[in-house]
């Protein structure tokens, strides 16, 4: 049984390396830009998208009156003894801990803008042609950025809105 | 509840998908102008590939430089060398001249890629002028980049009434000399 799962696992992951071998040949070069940079920022992003991602799920448990797994928030919140706090109080101090990786993700993308842009005003005086692929390569990269972008972005706003509606839940309910 | 200025969920979500939309939209406009340039510059490298072929699409008759003046076009994507010309003359009813060939001059002239070029081929020097009913057939040999060989061109121009006014005859227009002959065996 070990072996046939062994062998449908193999199986199956050399279907997926076929494909995306198969796929990528048949991707231009500005595709396979956007790609990279889709790829790229994704691993860059991937801290904020789990973290998001994990505390819009705990606030929305909380909000639920369900009892969430404090352990990660815990971890994850900057705070001295944070297992004295509520769960609003947690959750937005997990929302901050979040904030200089957020910070520095946006600044990466600021940068790749700013210089994307760059290319798209610079005069083609030596050779246009190497100036416009190497430009629409830069710009793949910046498109499949703002994929990566997009992504963070609307997981940062739903946890953002969970964890308020969860504090303005908690001042109802002391008042 | 307290309402909170920070929007709500189904708003976070709406907007997400109006981003969304203008993304994709973005990205599939990219992505389909790549595919389109590959495209072309594909088609334009199969098309450097063929051989060019030299096409006469007009010919006139240069009374004051007593020359054949014929428009060469080249629809390849290389370079043609026009290396020389000949000419036969047969002369026709109302002509005095004698019927005469000039073989092998050369002509040294390039035709660009997408180009057309007009070449200039002397007649005779002293002959007289063309009257209407003179046939010229000229020959013009040419190579390109893919071949050592050497190709000719002929082309058979009637001098007709207007032509023997020095007017520009186009091709289409020339009586149909140049049409091939069905052989007779």
Redesign the interface.
Same mark, same amino acid.
Do not use: D, E, P, Y
């Given at each position: 049984m070990r072996l046939l799962v062994a062998v449908l696992w193999g199986v199956l992951i050399a279907l997926a390396a076929w494909g995306l071998a198969a796929g990528t040949a048949l991707l231009t070069p500005q595709e396979l830009a956007f790609v990279l940079g889709l790829s790229v920022f994704m691993l860059l992003a991937s801290r904020l998208i789990w973290g998001y991602g994990a505390l819009a799920a705990f606030a929305q448990a909380a909000l639920a009156g369900e009892e969430p797994d404090r352990s990660r928030a815990e971890n994850e919140a900057r705070v001295p003894e944070p297992e004295r706090l509520g769960l609003a109080a947690l959750a937005s101090f997990w929302l901050a801990a979040l904030e200089p990786y957020r910070y520095a993700f946006y600044a990466a993308y600021a940068v790749l803008f700013a210089i994307t842009l760059a290319t798209k005003l610079t005069l083609p005086l030596p050779n246009a042609w190497a100036w416009i692929t190497g430009s629409l390569l830069l710009e793949g990269v910046f498109w499949g950025a703002s994929a990566a972008v997009l992504t963070v972005w609307a997981l940062a706003q739903l946890a953002t809105v969970f964890t308020i509606r969860l504090a303005a839940h908690a001042v109802e309910h002391e008042s | 509840?307290?309402k @909170?200025r920070?929007?709500?969920?189904a708003s976070?979500l709406v907007?997400?998908l109006v981003?969304?939309l203008l993304?994709g939209f973005?990205?599939g406009s990219?992505?389909a102008? @790549?595919?389109a340039?590959?495209a072309v510059k594909a088609a334009e490298e199969l098309a450097a590939g063929i051989p060019p072929s030299p096409v006469v699409t007009a010919a006139r008759y240069d009374k004051a430089n007593r020359s054949l003046v014929l428009r060469v076009l080249n629809p390849g994507l290389v370079p043609l060398q026009l290396v020389n010309q000949s000419l036969v003359f047969k002369p026709g009813a109302q002509s005095e001249e004698a019927a005469y060939a000039l073989a092998a001059l050369p002509l040294g002239l390039e035709v660009g890629p997408l180009s057309e070029l007009e070449v200039r081929l002397k007649l005779k020097p002293e002959s007289r002028e063309l009257a209407a009913g003179d046939v010229l057939a000229a020959t013009v040999t040419y190579t390109h980049p893919f071949s050592k060989d050497l190709y000719a061109l002929t082309h058979v121009f009637e001098v007709t009434k207007a032509a023997a006014k020095g007017q520009e005859v186009p091709e289409p227009e020339q009586p149909g000399l140049n049409a091939p002959k069905k052989e007779v065996k």
């Open positions: - | 509840m307290m @909170s920070h929007g709500n969920a976070v907007w997400t981003l969304a993304l973005a990205v990219f992505s102008a @790549s595919r340039r590959a």
